[in-house]
T-cell receptor, first 109, second 117 residues
Framework: GQNIDQPTEMTATEGAIVQINCTYQ??????LFWYQQHAGEAPTFLSY??LDGLEEKGRFSSFLSRSKGYSYLLLKELQMKDSASYLC??????????WGAGTKLIIKP | GAVVSQHPSWVICKSGTSVKIECRSL??????MFWYRQFPKQSLMLMAT?????????EQGVEKDKFLINHASLTLSTLTVTSAHPEDSSFYIC?????????????FGPGTRLLVL
């Protein structure tokens, strides 16, 4: 079956760095997406990785290792507004997005 | 990024009535639109995928006669919840993908909260 695993919840301190991991097992791979979802709102797109390596976008970076079925989202200089759920999603061979359950990130002052 | 709108943002209706939700891509042509449902503290659940001009493909367990989807143009898809019941109360979110190919990013609308009394 297809499976996306990410931690249920993480806590970090304002100003610090946090890494949210995502491992996947899917039928085929056409890219991995990270989305941010604040409580009560729809997801917003953060990043897309299809090749191995690190993609940096400001305070957020996303890493992919296809051979290991592994990705992480790195958030630097955490701000209180970064408190949200972070969703990992993999596009399988049928170009369908397979969603993880999301990681709830709690930022403490 | 691309902009997707949804209307209405909130709906409160009586049991047995039908509710229509609109999803529009504002600055790009969406050949494919997706409808999701999300219950509190749960992950997104894909309900159906619709391609412009063709019938929607429903996920297993989603009743196509209850959740009517129409993707009549490259910028508009509608979801109609027919004969709504309290268990249909949920957060309904659409997303749209452009015509650049299947690996294009999905952009989400802001969601519609449905409460059926």
């Amino acid at each position: 079956g297809q499976n996306i695993d990410q931690p249920t919840e993480m806590t970090a301190t304002e100003g610090a760095i946090v890494q949210i991991n995502c491992t996947y097992q899917t039928s085929g791979f056409n890219g991995l997406f990270w989305y941010q979802q604040h409580a009560g709102e729809a997801p917003t797109f953060l990043s897309y990785n299809v090749l191995d390596g690190l993609e940096e976008k400001g305070r957020f970076s996303s890493f992919l290792s296809r051979s290991k079925g592994y990705s992480y989202l790195l958030l630097k200089e955490l701000q209180m507004k970064d408190s949200a759920s972070y969703l990992c999603a993999v596009m399988d061979s049928n170009y369908q997005l397979i969603w993880g359950a999301g990681t709830k990130l709690i930022i403490k002052p | 990024g691309a902009v997707v709108s949804q209307h209405p943002s909130w709906v409160i209706c009586k049991s047995g009535t039908s509710v229509k939700i609109e999803c529009r891509s504002l600055d790009f042509q969406a050949t494919t639109m997706f409808w999701y449902r999300q219950f509190p503290k749960q992950s997104l659940m894909l309900m159906a995928t619709s391609n412009e001009g063709s019938k929607a493909t429903y996920e297993q367990g989603v009743e196509k006669d209850k959740f009517l989807i129409n993707h009549a143009s490259l910028t508009l898809s509608t979801l109609t919840v027919t004969s709504a019941h309290p268990e249909d109360s949920s957060f309904y979110i659409c997303s749209a993908r452009g015509a650049g190919g299947e690996q294009e990013t999905q952009y989400f609308g802001p969601g519609t909260r449905l409460l059926v009394l």
